[in-house]
């Protein structure tokens, strides 16, 4: 069995692994994807990629916004939000934590709000609220911050909220990540059945407040399948990540099916990568994968310092 230490590895190494094996196959519907078996960083010879100027191996915006985080966390030793948003922005314009400095695959709400903070704006005022504004770029980074958090549950709750507010700021992306990382909470301490009881923990955190009860019960609903599997909304995006890890045993079977839902096959693959690689730890995670990632002087001491901060919670 997978120790702590392993379990927080795994989560990390999961998400960009999976990321990483998703860039050459994004937004490509599902009858383009390769069978699931040919599913590598290097895609089957003759396939057409996307991101053809992308070395095989190399994560995308979710991977380096995710670093991100991390490294305002262990900077910071807190949830920052405009520290973080000041990383994010210093990733969009100079390419920091982007492998070879390389900025691809930038979303768009993501984009708008980053160019609002940087005219000045604060963090927690920059990005839409719109209902239309909830695109899983929040959703896609916030693992490490569930990875490294030592706090209540409810306190986990107010942060990721908050780490969605500099791009995502309507409650339902908020929420999204809350659940997600209590889901991650839940499974890195080893729970039956990790999800139902993210969903009670958020239950109960939130029943004071209406507007999230609502948001959970008609908008979010934790048990319902995903209405387009693979998609770039929030809520598919999350409940496709419940969906394959409930059909799915090993860390290799769960990204690359994920991948074989075509369209946002990296964030789809990252999201559920990371639960994956806490549910068995890094040890699971295939060898080829985790010595073809690119960019290891750049995870590496932030790796360092998440697993250095890693002690067990005390409640």
Not at 52 to 59: A, F, K, L, M, R
Not at 236 to 246: E, G, M, V
């Amino acid at each position: 069995m997978a120790t702590r230490i392993e379990r927080i590895e795994g989560g990390l190494l999961g998400l960009l692994i999976g990321d990483a094996l998703g860039v050459p196959y994004e937004f490509k519907p599902p009858e383009q994807v390769p069978a699931q078996s040919e599913i590598e960083f290097q895609p089957p010879p003759a396939y057409l990629r996307s991101h053809t100027s992308v070395e095989p191996g190399t994560w995308s915006d979710d991977g380096a916004q995710a670093l991100c985080l991390l490294e305002s966390l262990l900077h910071c030793g807190q949830l920052d939000a405009e520290d973080f948003a000041q990383r994010m922005l210093r990733w969009l314009d100079f390419g920091h934590l982007a492998v070879d400095g390389h900025v691809f695959d930038v979303g768009r709400q993501t984009c708008t709000a980053l160019s609002a903070i940087r005219a000045g704006q604060s963090a927690l005022n920059a990005a839409s609220r719109a209902e239309s504004a909830n695109g899983n770029g929040a959703l896609m980074r916030v693992l490490p911050l569930a990875l490294w958090h030592r706090g209540s549950d409810a306190e986990l709750v107010r942060d990721a909220r908050a780490s969605s507010l500099p791009t995502h700021a309507h409650l339902r992306s908020q929420l999204c990540c809350a659940l997600y990382c209590l889901w991650a909470r839940r499974t890195l301490e080893g729970a039956t059945d990790p999800w139902t009881r993210a969903v009670t923990a958020l239950r109960e955190i939130t029943a004071h407040d209406r507007g999230a009860t609502r948001e959970i019960d008609e908008a979010i609903q934790p048990d319902a399948p995903p209405e387009h599997p693979g998609s770039g909304y929030v809520v598919d995006t999350l409940r496709s990540a419940r969906a394959l890890i409930q059909r799915h045993g090993s860390y290799e079977q769960v990204v690359r099916a994920a991948i074989t839902l075509g369209h946002d096959t990296d964030t789809t693959a990252a999201v559920v990568g990371g639960i994956a690689g806490v549910r068995e730890g890094s040890s699971a995670i295939p060898q080829r994968w985790r010595q073809g990632l690119r960019g290891q002087e750049l995870l590496g001491p932030l790796l360092e310092g998440l697993l250095r901060s890693a002690h067990p919670r005390a409640d």
